[in-house]
């Protein structure tokens, strides 16, 4: 087929493009009208690989596997930071949200798990490629609203980490702490003998 003979064929039929063309329009312009409009924020968080273990001072080889990136990932779809999210935003406070958890569960189960539950509905959380980033985002109706959970989604991230990397310090602090009275308490009721 030569240009000669698609401009003819096209000048023949101009009636049935145009026609395509306009309903493609009106169909387009429908549509972006009657779904409602949805809003994507997004923050991204640098995972420091080499930066040593806050409470040892070492690089820890676990953190040069190749699963460090995908554990951090379940960590942030984990329930215990989108709980955490929840009272970070003090969802929890408002009477609207209140209202519609009661409507659509009868007030069975708690509030912070329901809440907990529809954030991570909506929530994407993917690693950059090549890179130590981990990029949060999350969709909703309302931009500023999608921008605070995105937000939060990263600082609770931040947060339940530190907890999960000073947790064993504390129990051993606890653990050394509880041994320390037992001794002091030992010393003391053995001085005590010794003064009888």
Do not use: H
């Not at 989108?82 to 009661?102: F, N, P, T, Y």
């Not at 051993?172 to 030992?186: I, M």
């Amino acid at each position: 087929m030569t240009l000669q003979q698609f401009l003819l064929i096209l000048r023949a039929r101009w009636l049935v493009a145009l026609l395509t063309l306009l309903v493609t329009v009106v169909v387009t312009v429908v549509v972006s009208l009657i779904i409602p409009k949805e809003y994507t924020a997004s923050a991204a968080v640098v995972v420091d690989v080499k930066s040593p273990d806050p409470v040892s001072g070492m690089v820890l080889q676990g953190m040069m596997a190749p699963g460090y990136m995908a554990t951090q990932i379940d960590i942030i779809n984990s329930e215990r930071v989108a709980q955490r999210v929840v009272k970070l935003l003090r969802m929890e406070e408002s009477a609207a949200i209140r209202a519609q958890w009661q409507q659509e569960t009868d007030g069975k189960g708690q509030l912070a798990t329901w809440l907990a539950d529809l954030l991570q509905k909506k929530l994407d959380v993917r690693p950059a490629r090549e890179s130590n980033v981990i990029n949060i985002s999350y969709s909703g109706g309302d931009p500023d609203f999608a921008a605070a959970v995105a937000n939060g989604f990263a600082q609770a991230y931040l947060d339940v980490n530190l907890d999960l990397k000073l947790a064993p310090a504390r129990q051993y602090a606890a653990f050394f702490e509880e041994q320390t009275k037992q001794s002091a308490d030992e010393l003391v009721a053995f001085l005590r003998t010794c003064d009888d």
